[in-house]
């Protein structure tokens, strides 16, 4: 018996908290409606974060500027035979041929070396 009150007491326990959360929500609402204010989005969404080594360069730069080092994958990802180096830009990170990830990548852009990956401010795979 004392088990089944035990349960009972947290039921109504998680029943009380949960109506004062959206209680204190609602109040929240109606005050921001109030000032002019929406609700949706419900958090600020922060800035995304580039990795500081990869700076930000789309397709168009790299075909119109020779010198940038490296150049645009095919639309599945793969590099071209004459830059075999796949780069991520989200990761920082660059595959050679060899690595085990290095047929699953897709590629973001394609180094001739890596030492051309690394000057740009690609790090190496660890496998």
């Known amino acids: 018996m004392k ?3 035990k349960r009972l007491v947290v039921v109504v326990a998680g029943l009380v908290a949960a109506s004062a959360f959206a209680k204190q929500r609602k ?3 109606y005050q921001n409606a109030e000032r002019g204010e929406s609700e949706w989005p419900p958090l600020a969404m922060a800035p995304t974060t580039k990795a500081a080594s990869a700076p930000e360069t789309t397709v168009a730069d790299s075909a119109a500027d ?13 590099c071209p035979i004459s830059h075999p180096v796949k780069g ?12 085990t990830a290095w047929e699953r ?20 795979a660890k496998t």
């Open 66 to 78: 020779p010198t940038t080092g490296w150049v645009a994958p095919d639309a599945e990802g793969d």
């Open 88 to 99: 991520k830009v989200r990761s920082g990170i660059y595959h050679v041929e060899g690595n």
């Open 27 to 29: 109040a929240t609402a």
């Open 105 to 124: 990548t897709n590629a973001d852009r394609c180094y001739l070396s890596p030492e051309a990956a690394e000057a740009d401010g690609y790090r190496a």
């Open 3 to 5: 088990r089944i009150f």
